[in-house]
């Protein structure tokens, strides 16, 4: 990349990275995903072949509605990643989809872990107030038993900021979790459990529910 090229990159790359987190408005979400798009048409090799193939102009697109979208099977086979501008001085890493058996799986490619820690960082922060003051509680089977998932990065994550001595992941050992629960519901502690809906044992559905502080987020997907 020459050297003025790189300098706009980086510019505008850093001009959106303030803009997403300082959305308040329809319009200012109009506004930076636009914003994103346009960086996105020009730095990420794949989408911009994409765009030129489907004949879109993108200095033509002026609403969300007509950004084109990249069909998810090109995440199973193309690395699809926009270049940080400053590459050599950021964390990157690729994450995968779960699949299932016998399929390619997608793959994610973060440039930047930072913008990716401060995004979900946020969003929570945004909804339920700072993590330090719940205990976080993962219930992942299969997630933690595969390399490469981003649910589990984010958590661990989560659990670190959380600082609670009780905070952590959980595999197969429901009744430790039942027990654990129990208490945080005795000590009033606001607390998270994330898991999956097939991992729940049923005879401690209705109990789970009954936890007033306990802010539960079931992903609906199937195993």
Request: glycine share 4%; proline share 3%; charged share 20%.
């Amino acid at each position: 990349m020459c050297g003025c090229r790189r300098y706009l990159c980086i510019s505008f790359y850093m001009n959106i990275a303030g803009k997403i987190f300082a959305i308040n408005s329809d319009e200012q979400f109009e506004e930076a995903a636009l914003a994103v798009f346009r960086f996105q048409s020009s730095y990420n090799p794949v989408y911009k072949k994409y765009l030129e193939l489907l004949k879109c102009d993108s200095r033509l697109v002026t609403s969300t509605s007509q950004i084109p979208f990249l069909p998810i099977e090109f995440f199973k086979s193309h690395e699809v990643v926009t270049a940080h501008p400053q590459a050599a001085e950021v964390t990157t890493m690729t994450f995968a989809s779960s699949g299932t058996t016998g399929q390619e799986v997608s793959r994610h490619i973060v440039s930047d872990l930072s913008l990716y820690e401060k995004s979900f960082r946020s969003g929570f922060e945004l909804f339920y107030g700072p993590v330090k003051d719940y205990c976080v509680l993962a219930l992942l089977p299969s997630y933690l038993e595969r390399a490469g998932s981003s649910l589990v990065y984010m958590m661990e994550r989560l659990i670190k900021d959380s600082s609670h001595s009780q905070s952590g992941f959980y595999l197969h050992n429901h009744e430790q979790l039942f027990e654990v629960l129990n208490q945080l519901k005795k000590e009033k502690q606001k607390t998270l459990l994330l898991g999956v809906t097939y991992a729940r044992s049923e005879e401690h559905t209705s109990e789970l529910q009954s936890h007033s502080d306990l802010v539960c987020r079931l992903l609906l997907e199937k195993k």
